[in-house]
């Protein structure tokens, strides 16, 4: 399993919702978190294929940023 980890504008339970369909789809239900209590709004993707550009793209499918965290 791939781990990754990136920054986002994902800042509340209702963005999470906003995004829950287009990560669902590409990920799985359970193959994702995003922590809002984190300052940095830490998305976590654990997934055999995930790939970075595929969890970017699809977070601003939804119409927020993700990035790679610093």
């Known amino acids: 399993m791939?781990?990754?980890q990136l920054?986002?504008?994902i800042n509340c339970?209702?963005?999470v919702e906003k995004v829950k369909p287009a990560l669902n789809e590409t990920f799985g239900e359970t193959n994702?978190?995003?922590?809002t209590a984190d300052p940095k709004k830490v998305?976590?993707?654990?997934?055999?294929?995930a790939d970075e550009d595929d969890v970017?793209?699809?977070v601003?499918?939804?119409g927020y940023k993700a990035e790679q965290l610093k």
């Open 2 to 4: 791939k781990t990754i």
């Open 7 to 9: 920054k986002t504008n």
């Open 13 to 15: 339970s209702g963005c």
């Open 32 to 35: 994702w978190k995003v922590d």
């Open 43 to 49: 998305l976590t993707v654990i997934a055999e294929d």
């Open 56 to 58: 970017i793209k699809a």
């Open 60 to 62: 601003e499918r939804a």
